[in-house]
């Protein structure tokens, strides 16, 4: 962890958080790590957000500084899925209706999709109708759903229950993620797992699917 990083990240200094991005891509500072200082920077902004010391304004600059700070990491952030080139099975994933964050669903599915997966992205605020009609069409093995509020949690008990109700739900792992999903969260929606990061989600997947 980069606290040089952490902390121009959750100061919003998006010249310095450049700069240090190019001096760990320079160190070949692993990709995923970076974006770990990043998230981490990302969780400061919250809580100040919380505090009424940061407003909107600056919630809508730490995604901008984000994203920024994305494009030079290459591959190893944002950007939709590879749907049809991939040598493993299919992963459906989107951000649950009513919430609109895709920073974290855009890192998993481009790692997912870098890593061999076949990947869907649903986008965001997708309601359920939209995740039942991609079942059926891609027939996935897992299915990722990201939650940043926990104002949507029951969102996402409601779409898992009605895949169950649809008989959609046997043969998929549901996975849940973004900042304030926990175990907690996941046995209340039903979900299957709750991964912290991409790489987690990675492993997850590749375990279920009994790929080495
Ligand atoms: C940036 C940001 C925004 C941006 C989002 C831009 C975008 N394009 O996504 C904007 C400005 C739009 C925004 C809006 C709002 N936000 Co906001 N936002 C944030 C902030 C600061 C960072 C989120 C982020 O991108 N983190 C970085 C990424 C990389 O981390 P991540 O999403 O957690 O993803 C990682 C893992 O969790 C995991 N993961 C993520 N998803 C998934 C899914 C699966 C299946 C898996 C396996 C893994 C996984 O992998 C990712 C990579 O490691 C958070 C603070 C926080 N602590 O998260 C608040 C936060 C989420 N926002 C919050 C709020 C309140 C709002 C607003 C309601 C504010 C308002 N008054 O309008 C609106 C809601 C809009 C809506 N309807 O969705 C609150 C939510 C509080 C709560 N209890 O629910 C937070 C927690 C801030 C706070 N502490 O108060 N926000």
């Known amino acids: 962890m980069s606290k040089k990083l952490v902390e121009a ?11 240090e991005v190019k001096a760990l891509v320079g160190q070949k500072v692993p990709a995923m790590d970076i974006i770990a200082s990043l998230q981490e920077g990302m969780g ?3 809580k100040r957000f919380e505090e009424k010391e940061y407003f909107l304004s600056e919630l809508i600059m ?14 190893g952030t944002g950007g939709a899925g590879n749907a049809g080139t991939s040598k493993y099975g299919t992963f459906v994933m989107g951000t649950i209706y009513d919430d609109i964050h895709d920073i974290g669903k855009n890192i998993v599915t481009t790692v997912m999709s870098s890593n061999g997966f076949n990947v869907v992205d649903l986008g965001v605020d997708v309601p359920t109708a939209k995740y039942v ?15 940043l ?3 949507a949690f029951d969102n996402i008990k409601e779409c898992i229950q009605t895949l ?5 739900r046997k ?11 926990d175990e907690a969260t996941c046995k209340y929606v039903g979900a299957d797992h709750v991964c912290k990061n991409a790489q987690e989600t990675v492993e997850y997947s590749k375990k279920y699917m009994g790929i080495n």
């Open 149 to 151: 509020l926990t104002t």
């Open 9 to 19: 990240m959750a100061d919003l200094d998006e010249d310095l958080v450049l700069e």
């Open 164 to 168: 169950e109700k649809e008989g959609l």
């Open 133 to 147: 009609e991609a079942i059926k069409q891609y027939k996935p093995k897992v299915i990722g759903i990201s939650c």
């Open 44 to 46: 400061i902004v919250g």
């Open 62 to 75: 730490s995604a901008e500084i984000f994203n920024e700070a994305s494009k030079l990491l290459g591959d």
């Open 171 to 181: 043969d998929i792992k549901i996975l849940i993620g973004g900042g304030p999903v």
